[in-house]
Nanobody, 123 residues
Framework: QLQAFGGGLVQAGGSLRLSCAASGRTFSSYVMGWFRQAPGKEREFVAAISWSGSSTYYADSVKGRFTISRDNAKNTMYLQMNSLKPEDTAVYYC??????????????????WGQGTLVTVSS
């Protein structure tokens, strides 16, 4: 089970930190990712992190502004979002990849999803 939280309303240029708490599976064994879905748009990749945290992957639109991390001892993944823009407004979902795969960037690469947390960035 995955639960994302930490969303809210923030002004452009501000920061938020999202968290994703995992339970029920060995968290440290699996790739984790963040996706987002804006109104009327498809769900899109934001960032992913390897099971150890040694490798991270970002969408070009967030590179340099967002940082993904994980604490395997706490079964929790984070997304630090800085310099937020109105176009970052979306519901943010955390996801977990359990299968043996090499993909990171597509929704189909992941097996389990959290319920989402809304981030609204005002201009």
């Amino acid at each position: 089970q995955l639960q994302a939280f930490g969303g809210g309303l923030v002004q452009a240029g501000g920061s938020l930190r999202l968290s994703c708490a995992a339970s029920g599976r060995t968290f440290s064994s699996y790739v984790m990712g963040w996706f987002r879905q804006a109104p009327g748009k498809e769900r899109e990749f934001v960032a992913a992190i390897s099971w150890s945290g040694s490798s991270t992957y970002y969408a070009d639109s967030v590179k340099g502004r967002f940082t993904i991390s994980r604490d395997n001892a706490k079964n929790t993944m984070y997304l630090q979002m800085n310099s937020l823009k109105p176009e970052d407004t979306a519901v943010y979902y955390c996801a977990q990849r359990v299968r043996k795969s090499v993909g990171y960037y597509y929704t189909g690469d992941y097996d389990y999803w959290g319920q989402g947390t809304l981030v609204t960035v005002s201009s």
